[in-house]
């Protein structure tokens, strides 16, 4: 069985796959917000995985989505 590399509400939220709208809304709706949920969940991926390309990556691509929406 493989892990989980979210853990529900802790270090993040889990999306099903290719759920962009769903995830744009998240983020659109944290980056709107004062409340910080997962203040230390970046960290953590990146301590975890080791990957910081790829989650900076990812940052970077759905950041490029929101501001093509507004």
């Given at each position: 069985?493989?892990?989980s590399r979210v853990k529900e509400g802790i270090s993040g939220k889990h999306f099903k796959f290719k759920e962009t709208e769903e995830i744009l809304?998240?983020?659109?709706n944290l980056k709107n917000s004062n409340i910080k949920p997962y203040p230390e969940c970046a960290?953590?991926?990146?301590?975890?995985?080791q990957?910081?390309?790829?989650?900076d990556n990812y940052l970077k691509f759905?950041?490029?989505?929101?501001n093509k929406r507004q």
């Open positions: 069985m493989q892990q809304y998240a983020i659109e960290s953590w991926a990146k301590e975890k995985f990957q910081e390309k790829v989650w759905y950041l490029s989505l929101i």
